[in-house]
């Protein structure tokens, strides 16, 4: 007889909203999630309120990755308590560790993968980097094509939704789809 926890994760939805910085993830899962009516965990959300909380000395790289990987865990632990979530996140599909979160996390999953050229996701960085409302845990002005090449395909984990994100996207098409697969 399996435990409560195993129920849960048997029966779990999960939607996954990936791509490279840049690449319009927090737009489309922000719009996403209340069509789907399902919380959202963003992973940038949880960064910057930890580094509101810790009010770090110095507003540097190491500081911002430090905080970045707690941000992570924080939304390991809440996503694998909710029967039904949208996480969002620069997820790298080269990362034994996030592969393996994400497939512990059970039941059913969807990935919303958002692309576009890299120099578009690089220009929309810096452009947003540049904007008045940028929180300080995001120390870097820009992003280099390395940093760009780590997320340059889906996860992989579970059903795949794929977004070019330099044409707008109809999010309310999005979320039948989403919804579809999920009811698999």
Request: glycine content about 8%; aromatic content about 4%; proline content about 7%.
């Amino acid at each position: 007889m399996g435990t409560a926890h195993e129920g849960q994760a048997a029966g779990r939805r999960v939607v996954i909203v990936s791509g490279a910085p840049g690449a319009g993830k927090t737009t489309i899962a922000t719009g996403l999630a209340p069509l789907l009516g399902l919380p959202l965990l963003a992973k940038d959300l949880i960064k910057e309120a930890l580094w509101d909380a810790l009010d770090p000395p110095v507003a540097d790289l190491a500081w911002s990755r430090r905080v970045g990987a707690a941000a992570m865990e924080v939304l390991w632990s809440v996503a694998a308590q909710c029967p039904a979530v949208v996480l969002e996140a620069n997820f790298r599909p080269a990362s034994a560790y996030e592969q393996e979160r994400l497939r512990a996390l059970g039941g059913t999953v969807v990935e919303v993968y958002c692309s576009c050229p890299p120099e578009e996701a690089a220009r929309r960085y810096a452009a947003r980097a540049a904007g008045e409302g940028h929180h300080r845990a995001h120390v870097l002005p820009v992003l280099d094509p390395e940093l760009l090449a780590e997320f340059d395909r889906p996860m992989g984990v579970g059903e795949l939704v794929s977004l070019d994100t330099t044409a707008p996207v109809d999010v309310d098409r999005l979320a039948r789809t989403v919804s579809a697969l999920l009811a698999r």
